[in-house]
Each structure stands twice: as C-alpha cells, then as structure tokens.
Nanobody, 117 residues
Framework: QVQLVESGGGLVQAGGSLRLSCAAS????????MGWYRQPPGKQRELVAD???????NYGDSVKGRFTISRDNAKNTVYLQMNSLKPEDTAVYYC???????????WGQGTQVTVSS
C-alpha cells in the first residue's frame, strides 16, 4: 500500500503561480512513477504531468511550458510548480503513484486549484 497526501492547492488570480506537493508513504520502494492528474468540473480526469523513478518527465499538451514536475527522493515527495495559471486550469488535482511491473495506481485525496480571471 502507498499513501499519498497532497497539499498546496488554493485560489489564485490568472497569471499567478502555485506549487503542489505530494508526500508518499508506505510501500514506496515499489513506486516506478508518480504524477499529477486533474479533473475540471464536469469533465474527465486528465494527465497533467508524470515523472519516472529515473527522472523522465511527460506533460499534457495544455500545460507544457507552464508547469514543471519534480521529485525529491529523499523526502519521497513530488512537486508540481504551476506558473502562468489560467482559469481553465481550475480543477481538482490528484497525485498518483504507479507501483510494480503492473503499474498498479494509487491516488491521493485531491486538492482544489481555482484560478480566477
């Protein structure tokens, strides 16, 4: 089992920045990748960014050049730096962790990000 705890969401004006954090605990040795997904109101959950244990990153097209994912292995924490935020970035942001060869996915509880125009 892996437990994920997100923090850092909130309300920000368009053009502003926020940094989300996700701390992992439990069977962290089995994690092969961590990521951030988001679910806007009335829409499906979508990939924001992910990062493998080797440091390779992948971004959703809508956030490329504005968001940066990083990880601190010593703290078992992954971060999402969000710059130049837009109202369409408003969503609940979920941290994910993929474990083992089957990439079994665990989810955090989610944190709300609201960008006002």
């Amino acid at each position: 089992q892996v437990q994920l705890v997100e923090s850092g969401g909130g309300l920000v004006q368009a053009g502003g920045s926020l940094r989300l954090s996700c701390a992992a605990s439990g069977s962290i040795f089995s994690i092969v990748a961590m990521g951030w997904y988001r679910q806007p109101p009335g829409k499906q959950r979508e990939l924001v960014a992910d990062i493998t244990s080797g440091g390779s990153t992948n971004y959703g097209d809508s956030v490329k050049g504005r968001f940066t994912i990083s990880r601190d292995n010593a703290k078992n924490t992954v971060y999402l730096q969000m710059n130049s935020l837009k109202p369409e970035d408003t969503a609940v942001y979920y941290c994910s962790a993929d474990r083992g060869p089957t990439r079994f996915r665990s989810w955090g509880q989610g944190t709300q990000v609201t960008v006002s125009s």
